[in-house]
């Protein structure tokens, strides 16, 4: 079955270090892959998505992901994070062939001084 | 603005009574969709509909109906909620090719008692 698994529940980092989010997937072939993000209280906001072409895509507030297809993987990275990127973060994907998307359970991100 | 709204945006009901949350887009997208949100789980799909009555099941449909008349608006209807139906409620959006982005609501939250 298609699947989206988000292995880190909840991650705390201080303010100004690197950040890195996990996801894995499970998909008969490469599906698309979607970062979002969810502000307390928020709806859900794209960060980025991977369709084809370069691995490395950017996306919005300084967020980037790697796609590694050996790993199955789309990590979500960010360089230097601030106190507002605290919030949930959800992986997911759908497939080629425009199924639903199926997400991740979620990273609950904390960021401390 | 480009946006997808849902109403009521809290609602608390008793269980058995009979309840609409409307969902609607203003981007004349093809397909919509309704998720729950429940803490450790994520988001899970109830319904999606592919366009105008055109309307099939999620992952978690039981207890829930939805209806496509018209292509802006999705409604998600509970006949006879139960407890176990406290949830947060997505609706989202998207325009029909593959892999595009879905554009999500602001959310309601719903206690039944």
């Known amino acids: 079955a298609q699947s989206v698994t988000q292995p880190d529940i909840h991650i705390t980092v201080s303010e100004g270090a690197s950040l890195e989010l996990r996801c894995n997937y499970s998909?008969?072939?490469?599906?698309?892959l979607f970062w979002y993000v969810q502000s307390p209280g928020q709806g859900l906001q794209l960060l980025l998505k991977?369709?084809?072409?370069?691995?490395l895509v950017q996306g919005i507030k300084g967020f980037e992901a790697e796609f590694k297809r050996s790993q199955s993987s789309f990590n979500l990275r960010k360089p230097s994070v601030h106190w507002s990127d605290a919030a949930e973060y959800f992986c997911?994907?759908?497939?080629?062939?425009?199924?639903?998307?199926?997400f991740g359970k979620g990273t609950r991100l904390s960021v401390i001084a | 603005e480009a946006q997808v709204t849902q109403n009521p945006r809290y609602l608390i009901t008793v269980t058995g009574k009979k309840l609409t949350v409307t969902c609607s887009q203003n981007m004349n997208h093809e397909y919509m969709s309704w998720y729950r949100q429940d803490p450790g789980l994520g988001l899970r799909q109830i319904y999606y509909s592919m366009n105008v009555e055109v309307t099939d099941k999620g992952d978690v449909p039981e207890g829930y109906k939805v209806s496509r008349k018209e292509k802006r608006n999705f409604p998600l209807i509970l006949e006879s909620p139960s407890p176990n139906q406290t949830s947060l409620y997505f609706c989202?959006?998207?325009?029909?090719?593959?892999?595009?982005?879905?554009?999500f609501g602001p959310g309601t939250r719903l206690t039944v008692l």
């Open positions: 998909y008969g072939a490469t599906p698309y």
């Open positions: 991977y369709f084809s072409g370069d691995t």
């Open positions: 989202a959006s998207k325009s029909g090719g593959r892999g595009n982005e879905q554009f």
């Open positions: 997911a994907a759908s497939g080629t062939g425009g199924t639903p998307l199926v």
